[in-house]
């Protein structure tokens, strides 16, 4: 995704289908303008991106707005896009966004400030049903290989909340302190036991945390040491194949975690 703040009223993905050696800019389909209404920090960006593991050819991007943003699907590998007529309750989202590799028709919505919480969607994004009022500001979510789904954001702090049967239930899986929020939450593809949450201030202040549980949310270790101080993750994945966890940060760079 990609949101050029000195840009007024782009909104665009940015494409490579050679495996990063060259990039496309695509807009077709997007607003031509930032939506204004229910936005995280004024105008809406489009950042929140998932693709469907059982068929890459649809990918799914959210654009926090009311006023044009929402839910995005493209057929056909993110070249074009089609805003879907079905949207969650809230459209204020940041990256909260996944599709269920159980099931490639339930799309997970997390929304932040009134009206927020998860929405899912178990038919493609024709509709969705509010099944998560527990934390109002829902900041990242991903779900394992076995459908359970975790939930990271601010409730009172930094919170991570789990379900492990679509949603119908919740419980609260760590509560990592007050002052801070869950920025975001991975789940390893080929371990769905092992899950890393990452707290920020939104600010450059120290301390912010990574944690890596291995046994499906119950405990966690801190991970920090080696890193500098920052904001954060602003995201991470796991590659199985290295074995490895991988993080951005806030105003930083890329580093990784090798298991």
Same mark, same amino acid.
């Given at each position: 995704?990609?949101?050029?703040?000195?840009?007024?009223?782009?909104?665009?993905?940015?494409?490579?289908?050679?495996?990063?050696?060259?990039? #496309?800019? *695509?807009?077709?389909?997007?607003?031509?303008?930032?939506? +204004?209404?229910?936005?995280?920090?004024? #105008?809406?960006?489009?950042?929140?991106?998932?693709?469907?593991?059982?068929?890459?050819?649809?990918?799914?991007?959210? *654009?926090?707005?009311?006023?044009?943003?929402?839910? =995005?699907?493209?057929?056909?590998?993110?070249?074009?896009?089609?805003?879907? +007529?079905?949207?969650?309750?809230?459209?204020? *989202?940041?990256?909260?966004?996944?599709?269920?590799?159980?099931?490639?028709?339930?799309?997970?919505?997390?929304?932040?400030?009134?009206?927020?919480?998860?929405?899912?969607?178990?038919?493609?994004?024709?509709? =969705?049903?509010?099944?998560?009022?527990?934390?109002?500001? %829902?900041?990242?979510?991903?779900?394992?290989?076995?459908?359970?789904?975790?939930?990271?954001?601010?409730?009172?702090?930094?919170?991570?909340?789990?379900?492990?049967?679509?949603?119908?239930?919740?419980?609260?899986?760590?509560?990592?302190?007050?002052?801070?929020?869950?920025?975001?939450?991975?789940?390893?593809?080929?371990?769905?036991?092992?899950?890393?949450?990452?707290?920020?201030?939104?600010?450059?202040?120290?301390?912010? +945390?990574?944690?890596?549980?291995?046994?499906?949310?119950?405990? =966690?270790?801190?991970?920090?040491?080696?890193?500098?101080?920052?904001?954060?993750?602003?995201?991470?994945?796991?590659?199985?194949?290295?074995?490895?966890?991988?993080?951005?940060?806030?105003?930083?760079? %890329?580093?990784?975690? +090798? =298991?």
């Amino acid at each position: 995704t990609s949101s050029p703040w000195n840009q007024a009223n782009i909104n665009q993905v940015i494409l490579s289908q050679d495996g990063g050696k060259n990039f #496309e800019l *695509i807009r077709n389909g997007l607003p031509s303008y930032r939506p +204004k209404k229910n936005t995280m920090w004024g #105008e809406g960006y489009p950042r929140a991106l998932a693709v469907d593991p059982s068929n890459p050819n649809n990918v799914y991007l959210g *654009i926090d707005g009311d006023d044009g943003g929402g839910l =995005f699907i493209s057929r056909d590998r993110g070249k074009t896009w089609q805003r879907s +007529k079905g949207q969650p309750g809230s459209l204020q *989202i940041y990256n909260a966004l996944a599709i269920d590799p159980t099931n490639s028709k339930r799309i997970v919505w997390g929304a932040c400030g009134k009206n927020g919480g998860v929405y899912i969607s178990s038919n493609g994004g024709e509709s =969705f049903d509010y099944v998560f009022k527990g934390m109002l500001w %829902v900041f990242d979510l991903a779900i394992s290989a076995d459908g359970t789904i975790y939930v990271a954001g601010d409730s009172g702090g930094a919170k991570l909340f789990v379900s492990k049967d679509q949603g119908h239930s919740w419980k609260m899986a760590g509560d990592f302190g007050q002052g801070r929020a869950l920025s975001s939450v991975a789940v390893d593809p080929a371990n769905p036991q092992r899950v890393a949450v990452a707290t920020t201030s939104w600010t450059n202040a120290a301390p912010n +945390k990574i944690f890596v549980s291995q046994d499906g949310g119950m405990q =966690f270790t801190d991970v920090t040491e080696g890193l500098p101080d920052g904001a954060g993750a602003s995201n991470m994945t796991f590659d199985p194949k290295s074995n490895s966890l991988y993080i951005t940060r806030y105003a930083g760079s %890329v580093y990784r975690l +090798k =298991f």
